[in-house]
């Protein structure tokens, strides 16, 4: 059988990366909230990165900000501008996140959401990216970097299950398997491993997604902020939460880079 890509189904997609009902309206909500804590004046422009369909983006522009959203996949774009027809202050562009430019830099905010950033595995790809994301931030302006936690490198030596579900849409049945694959020792990463069976009323089709994760704690973030010379590390809050110390963290974190 040939094998497609999640990315190739964006509502399925969704379903499957197990997000809650309102979870992007309290990441939203928690965005807006560091703002107004890191930030001494309004936020008018902000930059989606890894955007896919910008769900963020969509609730942002609906409350009058312009978004300007980057990734690389035309589909997940293509659902994005569907999406939010009706919205003239939501743009999108494809572009990679390692390496980038925007017609317009000044804006007052970028966010990566849904635990992506560990994708860039290569310091070089790290640098050159915060340089691009720095180059579109006003001075002062902030960069938020949603994280998985991560709480030890995987040192499995061989490709393993990491966990089985199914999940529906609609009338569509998703059979669910994720692996863990181990690369070199000295990567500091693993690679995750989506497979998922999607079982459509008149067909079956089938993904499978490859996606490097580089081993990110907050200690990381600071040292690469440091080593680009222009973004220094202002902050971390565990779990959508001000109050939480760091080391109660529970699943997530979300980092915040000030650009200097
Ligand atoms: C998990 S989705 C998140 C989409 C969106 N931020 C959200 O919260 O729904 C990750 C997105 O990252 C994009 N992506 C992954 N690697 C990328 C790269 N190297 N350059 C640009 N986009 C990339 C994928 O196309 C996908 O749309």
Request: aromatic share 10%; hydrophobic share 40%; proline share 5%.
């Amino acid at each position: 059988m040939q094998e497609h890509s999640i990315y190739e189904f964006p509502d399925i997609f969704r379903v499957v990366h197990m997000e809650r009902p309102g979870e992007i309206a309290e990441e939203v909500s928690f965005l807006k909230q560091v703002w107004a804590r890191h930030l001494s004046r309004p936020v008018r422009r902000v930059l989606d990165v890894a955007c896919g369909n910008s769900p963020h983006g969509q609730l942002l522009a609906a409350e009058g900000i312009r978004v300007s959203g980057i990734d690389r996949s035309p589909v997940m774009i293509a659902a994005g501008r569907r999406e939010a027809r009706g919205l003239d202050n939501l743009t999108f562009y494809r572009r990679k996140i390692e390496r980038f430019s925007l017609p317009q830099g000044g804006f007052d905010a970028a966010f990566f959401m849904s635990e992506t950033f560990p994708v860039m595995v290569e310091n070089a790809d790290v640098i050159s990216h915060l340089r691009c994301v720095a180059r579109a931030l006003r001075r002062g302006g902030l960069y938020c970097i949603d994280f998985d936690k991560h709480e030890g490198l995987e040192s499995s030596r061989r490709r393993r299950l990491w966990r089985r579900r199914k999940v529906r849409f609609h009338r569509v049945r998703i059979d669910v398997r994720e692996f863990l694959r181990p690369i070199a020792w000295h990567a500091a990463a693993w690679i995750y491993e989506l497979e998922c069976t999607i079982h459509f009323p008149d067909r079956t089709v089938m993904t499978r997604d490859l996606v490097p994760v580089r081993y990110m704690v907050p200690k990381l973030l600071d040292f690469a902020a440091r080593a680009t010379g222009i973004f220094t590390l202002i902050a971390c809050y565990p779990d959508l939460s001000f109050d939480a110390p760091l080391n109660q963290c529970d699943r997530r974190w979300l980092g915040v880079l000030r650009r200097l």
